[in-house]
């Protein structure tokens, strides 16, 4: 029996990179978005177009047995840049999908959407999860909280800290984390999974308390061979000061914005909404996953 044709957006970035080659090598037909143009192969099919170009998003999705949209800014200029990609991004895919006759969605948000107040990223990713419970669409949630793995830039700069031997962490908080091997199994998870209609869930690695910031720290110092690293929490206030300065001095590419330093000083990132076990359970223990994830960096001469 052949396996749901899948229609996906974001394929080109660290997320959607992994779960299209996931997505292919269990057998899925896969339609992918891709601003600049790609070559399909016989199970990969590139579809040149962006969030912004409803036309190409009815293309995307026509032919396609459901969406998984991966797709969204984590970094904008103001609430308004969010709001274009992640809010009427999210609009336009949604439109799209029902345009093709397209029933199962598939929505990757944020754990950031569980406080949309505290940054406008927040604030976009809560309002693109109003737009999905409001399309009629048979529907389903996905929260992740930090991804990390192979490829990811984001978290790079975490696991440079540790190997000079000092990490600047937010102030005393705990988070949840997944790799993007096990966010992407669980992505495909859902799509023939009815009985997650409707529902919103927070995978991550099983830690069922989250990690400390400090040891979160600690365990990336372990995977890039340091023995100690000495970790210190920076306050709000200064942690915003930062934000600033990396926005005047980076501008667009500035990693630590004000929204970010609002968002990271949050205490409180623990997935709280798990899938139940029978659904899914991770397969990446974190710790070597931390491990594969410094050997890869390694290896691309990024670390």
């Given at each position: 029996?052949?396996?749901?044709?899948?229609?996906?957006?974001?394929?080109?970035?660290?997320?959607?990179?992994?779960?299209v080659r996931h997505a292919a090598m269990r057998?899925?037909?896969?339609?992918?978005?891709?601003?600049?143009?790609?070559?399909?192969?016989?199970?990969?099919?590139?579809?040149?177009?962006?969030?912004?170009d409803p036309e190409s998003l009815v293309r995307l999705a026509v032919g396609a047995d459901a969406v998984i949209h991966v797709a969204g800014a984590i970094n904008a200029q103001d609430r308004a840049g969010f709001q274009t990609d992640n809010v009427f991004g999210t609009l336009n895919m949604v439109e799209a999908a029902k345009a093709a006759g397209v029933q199962r969605f598939i929505h990757v948000s944020s754990m950031a959407a569980r406080e949309p107040d505290l940054s406008d990223y927040g604030w976009s990713k809560a309002r693109s999860e109003q737009v999905v419970g409001a399309s009629?669409?048979?529907?389903?949630?996905?929260?992740?909280?930090?991804?990390?793995?192979?490829?990811?830039?984001?978290?790079?700069?975490?696991?440079?800290?540790?190997?000079?031997?000092l990490m600047l962490?937010?102030?005393?908080?705990?988070?949840?984390?997944?790799?993007?091997?096990?966010?992407?199994?669980?992505?495909l998870t859902l799509v023939k999974h009815d009985e997650t209609l409707g529902d919103t869930y927070e995978p991550d690695d099983g830690y069922e308390k989250g990690w400390t910031h400090k040891l979160f720290a600690e365990a990336i110092g372990a995977a890039v061979g340091r023995k100690h690293v000495a970790t210190l929490s920076v306050p709000r206030p200064l942690l915003s000061l930062g934000g600033r300065l990396d926005r005047l001095i980076r501008g667009r590419r500035a990693k630590l914005t004000p929204d970010r330093a609002s968002y990271f000083s949050h205490p409180d990132w623990v997935a709280h909404r798990r899938p139940p076990v029978d659904l899914w359970r991770p397969h990446i223990e974190?710790?070597?996953?931390?491990?594969?994830?410094?050997?890869?960096y390694k290896a691309a001469g990024w670390l």
């Open positions: 029996m052949a396996l749901p044709t899948l229609a996906i957006t974001g394929g080109t970035g660290f997320v959607g990179t992994t779960l057998g899925h037909p896969v339609r992918a978005l891709t601003r600049k143009p790609l070559p399909s192969t016989a199970k990969i099919q590139w579809v040149h177009g962006s969030l912004e009629g669409l048979a529907w389903t949630i996905v929260r992740p909280p930090a991804v990390y793995g192979p490829g990811d830039k984001e978290t790079l700069a975490l696991f440079k800290m540790a190997k000079r031997g962490l937010p102030p005393s908080g705990k988070l949840s984390v997944i790799e993007v091997s096990d966010l992407s199994r669980f992505l974190t710790n070597a996953g931390l491990k594969a994830t410094a050997v890869a």
